[in-house]
């Protein structure tokens, strides 16, 4: 039977209950909904309660914020300044003094505008190419990747390099190779065409030659070895040059990993097995104080160079395995999808493959990035001073000596890191959303 | 097993009554074709000839002394137990798989080795999956124009243009801007459709484009098929839908462990199969 039903007053929106909103809601949903979480809140907030105050206290309520030496940071008992009985906290005077050695490290006083200009347009065009909405993303990769390199190059040596006779000598051997390489394929298997594959390799050739010419003109500007990098210069130079090119050759040695060619697959998988079984100061050791001894008399390999292309041949072993788990979750009908449509494996790769292989890793990929970010402190063992190295290096200076002074420092040197690593964690958020949100079911 | 090829070249006539077909439009659809039409369009131009192809993986012989003639614009059906190779036989036709021993002729470019070759051939021949393989990170639109721009070096505004139309053809224009994990699979299957007739094929290649479907998302992507068929256009199906198979094909295949085991026009193939094995298999399918 149907029941006659008129509504005669329409019901008032109404606020949802207090449980469901607000303070009191969030805190019953969030920290209070089971007895476990109950125990779980209590005991985090006493670790909280442990660190907190003790931190808040030292770096800031106790810190000492003026002073011309160390003995500001001291009590006077203990030869200081500082009245007896009062809590010293931070020496931050102390920080202030070493900022820039901090930052730059021997680099010389009156050149250190060049490190300035470097950082300055690495950040200005890097930032663009971070926020999704800004145009021009391909010029301004273009620049960054193809030009900025051997501009921070020139402006941090200034230049002038010497590009000996082996250095041509090279560049003529890799173009009779090249040529070779694009006469056989052509002749064997006809995938390429002689014409269009002499022009890249022209192209390739001359691209390496203005390369050559721009790094040995002599631009006038004092030439500053590379010992005399430190600070957060050499902690920068080390990690973005190992982060933007293992990235590349890790995605090759994923592609070579996973090949059908004998041959790719050996030697990704020797290399990739290699080098993830070696310790990166191993890596380090050997790239410094090994490699000197099976290089000819006289050749000489600047020490910061064999770092970078240690550092880099490493993380590309972890990249390479990364991008691989990538990889293995494409089925295999997005290949044959891609196929069928008559892309090339290199089409196929770069804009259906890859793009999807990397998304799903990207959590991976900047794990590794980040691990690398740290990893840079350890070219300490070689001689080299990153960030860490230089505050270090700093505590054995008798003018800011104080018991407050190594804390201090190494308080320092955990939120620089910190601020970068936590950067690159939250863009990395922020990309997967974003990415996720064009094709979420 | 030399009997496949003879009797594909026999079937000709019925070929050329169906193929007909496109010439009248759409009135003569229903209408069962008429002797008088038989001589008028067929070509006689050979879109795909396989003969004695064979194709191992590893030790397991898939394809044996596979011979096959498909003139332009002929539909073909091929059906037959899971397991009999169908989907092995037209892979290689578009070398996603390779074959061994044998001859692949397709627009009359031999299927070898040369790279330049399989493109060129797979630029002539689209392909539409039973799972749809549309790429999930691209929107439809993007799906459809994504080989006309890279592959034919078509401008961006032009592939769209084309893009746009095949959608219309295949009905969801509206959808062009969402993105495939948004669509339900039906649609999915016809953009996959649309986004090979995108790249202007002149052969299609369908893999059971119906089987992963509920069954009333079947007939819209069919229709979008039997329209396709009545264009003209040449056709491989491997499908069950039996129905599909009598209203259009000219020529239906029966596979069995890697053979084909009969070929005849559908009135015939159904009416009056010849081999046990056939008989057994329609026996089970159409009941
Ligand atoms: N990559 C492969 N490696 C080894 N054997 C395979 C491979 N692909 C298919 N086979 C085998 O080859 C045979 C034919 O497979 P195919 O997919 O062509 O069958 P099918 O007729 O399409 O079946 P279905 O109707 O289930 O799709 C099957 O026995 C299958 O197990
Ligand atoms: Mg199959």
Redesign the pocket.
Same mark, same amino acid.
């Given at each position: 039977m149907v029941q006659n039903y008129v509504r005669t007053k329409m019901s008032p929106d109404m606020a949802p209950p207090a449980t469901e909103t607000g303070i009191i809601g969030w805190v019953m949903k969030n920290l209070l909904s089971s007895w476990l979480s109950v125990v779980l809140t209590v005991f985090g907030a006493y670790v909280i309660y442990l660190i907190v105050p003790g931190v808040v206290e030292f770096a800031i309520v106790n810190a000492i914020w003026v002073g011309k030496d160390g003995l500001d940071c001291r009590s006077i008992a203990d030869g200081g300044r500082v009245q007896d009985g009062q809590a010293i906290g931070a020496c931050w005077p102390y920080v202030q003094a070493y900022f820039s050695q901090f930052i730059y490290g021997r680099y010389p006083l009156e050149e250190r505008w060049r490190v300035d200009i470097a950082m300055f347009v690495g950040v200005v065009s890097l930032i663009p190419l971070l926020i999704p909405t800004i145009p021009y993303k391909r010029e301004n990769a273009i620049f960054l990747l193809g030009v900025y390199p051997f501009l921070v190059t020139i402006l941090l040596t200034g230049g002038n390099i010497g590009i000996g006779n082996g250095a041509w000598g090279f560049l003529a051997i890799l173009m009779v190779l090249g040529v070779g390489f694009v006469v056989f394929q052509a002749k064997t298997t006809q995938s390429i065409q002689i014409s269009s594959g002499l022009k890249i390799v022209a192209a390739i050739g001359v691209a390496i030659a203005i390369v050559y010419l721009a790094l040995g003109f002599d631009y006038g500007m004092l030439d500053v070895e590379t010992p005399l990098w430190g600070g957060l210069l050499v902690t920068l130079v080390v990690a973005i040059t190992g982060i933007v090119a293992s990235f590349p050759i890790g995605i090759i040695l994923a592609l070579g990993r996973r090949s059908e060619m004998p041959v790719a697959r050996l030697v990704s998988v020797i290399f990739i097995e290699f080098w993830r079984g070696v310790p990166l100061i191993t890596v380090l050791f050997m790239s410094s104080v090994m490699l000197p001894l099976f290089l000819p008399e006289g050749v000489q390999f600047d020490k910061l160079l064999r770092v970078l292309i240690g550092v880099t041949l490493f993380s590309a072993a972890y990249m390479a395995e990364t991008v691989r788990g990538g990889l293995q979750a494409i089925s295999r009908g997005q290949y044959e999808g891609a196929m069928a449509l008559g892309l090339s494996f290199w089409q196929m790769m770069g804009l259906i493959i890859l793009p999807q292989a990397l998304k799903l890793v990207i959590p991976g990929i900047v794990n590794a990035f980040i691990g690398l970010f740290k990893d840079t402190t350890l070219v300490l063992i070689v001689g080299l001073f990153d960030l860490l190295g230089q505050v270090q290096a700093s505590f054995t200076d008798p003018v800011w000596s104080s018991p407050a002074t190594s804390h201090t420092g190494y308080l320092f040197a955990a939120m620089v890191f910190w601020v970068f690593c936590f950067g690159m964690s939250r863009y990395s958020i922020f990309m997967e959303n974003l990415l996720h949100r064009g094709h979420k079911r | 097993m030399a009997e496949a090829p003879k009797k594909s070249s026999s079937k000709k006539t019925s070929t050329k009554k169906s193929a007909t077909k496109k010439s009248n439009g759409s009135a003569a659809r229903a209408a069962e074709p008429a002797e008088t039409q038989v001589k008028m369009t067929v070509s006689d131009e050979v879109a795909i000839e396989i003969t004695d192809m064979h194709k191992w993986? $590893?030790d397991?012989h898939?394809l044996k002394d596979i011979s096959l003639k498909v003139n332009k614009g002929e539909r073909i059906v091929i059906c $037959?137990p899971?397991?009999? $190779?169908?989907?092995?036989?037209i892979r290689c036709i578009n070398r996603l798989e390779e074959h061994q021993k044998g001859k692949i002729l397709v627009e009359n470019i031999e299927l070898t080795n040369d790279l330049k070759k399989i493109d060129e051939i797979r630029r002539e021949v689209g392909m539409v999956f039973q799972h749809f393989n549309l790429f999930p990170h691209l929107s439809i639109l993007e799906n459809c124009t994504l080989a006309p721009i890279w592959v034919r070096k078509m401008p961006k505004k032009e592939a769209e243009e084309i893009a746009m139309h095949f959608l219309e053809r295949v009905r969801i224009p509206e959808q062009a801007l969402k993105y495939p994990g948004q669509l339900s699979g039906g649609q999915q299957q016809r953009v996959a459709i649309a986004r090979s007739l995108c790249m202007n094929p002149k052969i299609m290649l369908f893999d059971?484009p119906t089987s992963a479907l509920d069954p009333e998302m079947i007939k819209e992507v069919l229709d979008v098929m039997i329209t396709l068929a009545h264009e003209g256009m040449t056709m491989l199906c491997?499908t069950h839908e039996m129905g599909f198979a009598r209203e259009v094909a000219n020529s239906v295949i029966f596979m069995d462990e890697g053979q084909i085991i009969e070929q005849n026009e559908p009135e015939g193939f159904f009416n009056n199969p010849q081999s046990d094995r056939t008989k057994l298999f329609l026996s089970q399918i159409l009941h």
């Open positions: - | 993986y $590893g397991f898939v $037959g899971s397991g009999s $190779g169908k989907s092995t036989l059971e491997v």
